[in-house]
């Protein structure tokens, strides 16, 4: 099993950044890729970034020259950069691990960022 920790979240005003962080713990070898998704109230959770092990990256077109995805991986842990931050932005940020078994099934808790005008 991969465990999942985020942290970095909070409240920022709109053109703020935020960096948020994930440590993942357990069966790391099992992970092939690990992303950031989002959920905003009453929609659905969506894809931010992902990057892969060989270090591969994918953004979400919202995220694309403002969000940037990497990792460190003496320390198991993947970051996201938030720049220039926009209200459309406030959601619940989930870290998630694609594994060799099962896909994208494993989940953070999730952390807040709230963006104001």
């Known amino acids: 099993q991969v465990q999942l920790v985020e942290s970095g979240g909070g409240l920022v005003q709109a053109g703020g950044s935020l960096r948020l962080s994930c440590v993942a713990s357990?069966?790391?070898?099992?992970?092939?890729?690990m992303g950031w998704y989002r959920q905003a109230p009453e929609k659905q959770r969506e894809l931010v970034a992902y990057i892969t092990n060989g270090g591969r990256t994918n953004y979400a077109d919202s995220a694309k020259g403002r969000f940037t995805i990497s990792r460190d991986n003496a320390k198991n842990t993947v970051y996201l950069q938030m720049n220039s931050l926009k209200p459309e932005d406030t959601a619940v940020y989930y870290c998630a691990a694609d594994l060799r078994i099962g896909g994208w099934n494993t989940w953070g808790q999730g952390t807040q960022v709230t963006v104001s005008s």
């Open positions: 357990g069966s790391i070898f099992s992970i092939n890729a």
